[in-house]
C-alpha cells in the first residue's frame, strides 16, 4: 500500500518504510505525527481524493533536519560587464513513513526502524570516544615514525640514460643541391 500526499506544496508517494525529503518543517527530531493531507491511497484498493482521501493518514517520524547541497545562480549579460553570482541552499527534513492508513481503515506498517540522525548526540559520541582512548595508546600513536621507501638511485639512472638514448635521432646528413640554371 502507499499512498499520494501534500507537504508545503509538493506531492510525494509515501510507502512504509521509505523516506522522504520535504520542505523543511518546524518540528522537533524524532517526533511522530500524523499527515491528514492524503491525496491517493494505492494498493489492493485505490481510493481517489476529492481533493483529500477521508479518514486516510500516514504516520511519520522526523528523522533529520538539514540543508540542501549548494545551487549557484549565475547571471550574465554579455559585452555590458553585468555578471552576478548567488548561492542558494534549501532547507528540508527528512521523513520517515512509519505507516499508511486507507479510507477502510487497513494499515501497513514499516518492517524496518526509523534512524534518526540527531548531530548533537552524534558530537557528544565522538567526545566520548575521544576521551576515552588510553594514554598509552595515544603516545604509541604519536611516537611511530612514519616508515620511508628508499628510492634506488640504480633504476632511476638506468632509466635516465635509457630516457637519453632514445631520444638521441642520427640525423641524415644534410645535402643542399643547388642547381642553378642559366637561362640563355
Known sequence: MYAIIR?????????PGKTLRVNSLDTELGKEFDIDQVLFVGGENAVVGTPFVPKAKVRVIVTQHGRETKV???????????????????????????????ADGKTAK????????????IAE???????????????????KEPV????????SAKKRAGAKKSTKKTAAPNKKTTATKKKA
Do not use: C, H, W
Not at 555590458?80 to 512509519?98: H, I, K, S
Not at 514499516?110 to 548526540?121: G, M, R, T, Y
Not at 620511508?148 to 633504476?155: E, L, M, N, Q, Y
Open 148 to 155: 620511508r621507501k628508499a628510492a634506488s638511485k640504480k633504476k
Open 72 to 102: 549557484i545562480v549565475f547571471k550574465k549579460k554579455r559585452r555590458q560587464g553585468y555578471r552576478r553570482t548567488r548561492g542558494f541552499r534549501a532547507d528540508f527534513t527528512d521523513l520517515f513513513v512509519l505507516s499508511v492508513t486507507g
Open 110 to 121: 514499516a518492517d524496518n526502524k526509523p534512524n534518526i540522525l540527531d548531530p548533537v548526540a
Open 125 to 143: 559520541r565522538k567526545a566520548k570516544a575521544a576521551v576515552a582512548k588510553p594514554k598509552d595508546i595515544e603516545k604509541k600513536m604519536t611516537t
Open 7 to 15: 507537504s508545503g506544496g509538493n506531492q510525494f508517494k509515501a510507502e
